[in-house]
Structures are given as structure tokens and as C-alpha cells.
């Protein structure tokens, strides 16, 4: 049976996850607790990503290594760059940049020392796959989340995105620096911490990758009202319910 990997990059989206595993082992590798269990009748490994690159380069290693994962798909949230990306939406990504390498005048702007690229593509099926499981939560959102919350976090109605994600080890919070981002690379949507470096590591191991963030802000100096609140009742309860809608529908060949 292949074996799934789901790396969370927060604490309640991993509780959520966990939650629906009821016979999970905790397995110690690297500091790292990974859940190794069931989930819609899939094998599953489930793991907190840590924060940053190199973290999440270190448990996806292991997820690859230890686990022998033959899909990794990433959740969390992130910040929104892309215009029409807003507070509440989903964005699956298509492909990922680090936003913040550069070796010039070595190598171009952005691209990876000796990979000859700057965006690692993530896999084609699995990011369909993924985007279809938002789509059809995003389109019953009021049925995942609590009543109310949409109203309560004066959400408009939710939408999918998929494209580029930009990643780099910065939380990215004032509208100059967001703006920056936008003019280095026009076509990212959303910026986060962790998903370029697992996208290169799942392409150094040949295996299938994709990240789906939920956007909880938009990356400027406009504070979000209650991050960690908007993460509890919002975008691990969006998390969950992709991940379960996705599971539920692949083969678990
Ligand atoms: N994750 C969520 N919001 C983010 C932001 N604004 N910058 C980086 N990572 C994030």
C-alpha cells in the first residue's frame, strides 16, 4: 500500500489531522514526532513540519528517508500576494520559488546553484487532485467551519487558487516588503516558510509534492485581527477537511 506523508506547519492542524488517525504510533526521529497510522484507509504519516526551510528540509528528509513516503502533501497557511488572493481563500501550488536565494552574479536571481532552475514544479496530478478536494470544501465552507465563522472573520465567500507559492525565511508583514516580493516575482500568490525547500527535497528523491495554504494574511503592515484564532476555527478546519475529501476519493492502491 503506498504510504502518504501530510507535513503540517501548525500545532492545531496536526491535532486535527491526528484526530481522524485512531491508531496512530509516535515514532522519535530528529526531534520530530512523526504519527505513523491510518486515514481513510490510506497509510499515513503525519508530522509537524517546523518552522523555516531548513527545519522542513530536515523532516522532509526524514519523511523520505525513514518512512519511505511516497506522496508528501504540505499544509498550513500562508500570506496573500497575488491580487484576488484574500484572507480565507485556499491557494495549491503549482509550482515553488525561495524567494529569498540569491547568487547572483554566479547564477540568475532566484535560481537554485546547481539545479539550473528557480521553480520546482510540483507533481501535476497531485496538485489537481488537491485543488479539486478545495474547491468542493471551499464551495460548503459554512459545513466545515463553525456558524457564523465566515461572518465573524468577515471573510467573503472563499476561493480556490492554484499557482505559484513563494517561500523564504522571513515572516513577511509590511505592505513594503510584500510589494518587493510582488515586483521580484510577478506571478507568485502567496508567500510562506517552507514549501520551496520541500519541494527540493521531494525533487532530489523523485517523489510527488504539492502545499496547500490557507491565506491568513496579507503579508502588509495590516495586522491580522487574531492570527491564532483564525488558525484554530478556520485553517485547520479547512486542512482536515481537504486532506479527508482528497484521501476519500484516491485509490489507496
Ligand atoms: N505564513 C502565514 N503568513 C505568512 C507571511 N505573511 N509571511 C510568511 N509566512 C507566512
Redesign the pocket.
Known sequence: MAVIGIMS?LHEELAAVLADMPDEQRVTVAGRDFWVGHWQGHAVVAVLSRIGKVAAATTATVMLERFGVDALVFT????GLGQGVRVGDVVVASGLVQHDMDASPLFLRHEVPLYGRAIFETDAALSVQLADAAQQVLQEADRFLGPDTLTQFELALPQMHRGLIVS?D????TTAE?QALREALPDALA???EGAAVAQVCFDYGVPFTAV?TI??R?DDAAHTDFNRFISEVASRYSRAILSEWLAKRSSA
Open positions: 506547519a498550513g497557511a500562508a500570506g523564504g522571513r515572516f513577511v508583514s510584500s508567500v510562506e516558510m495554504r491568513s494574511d503579508a
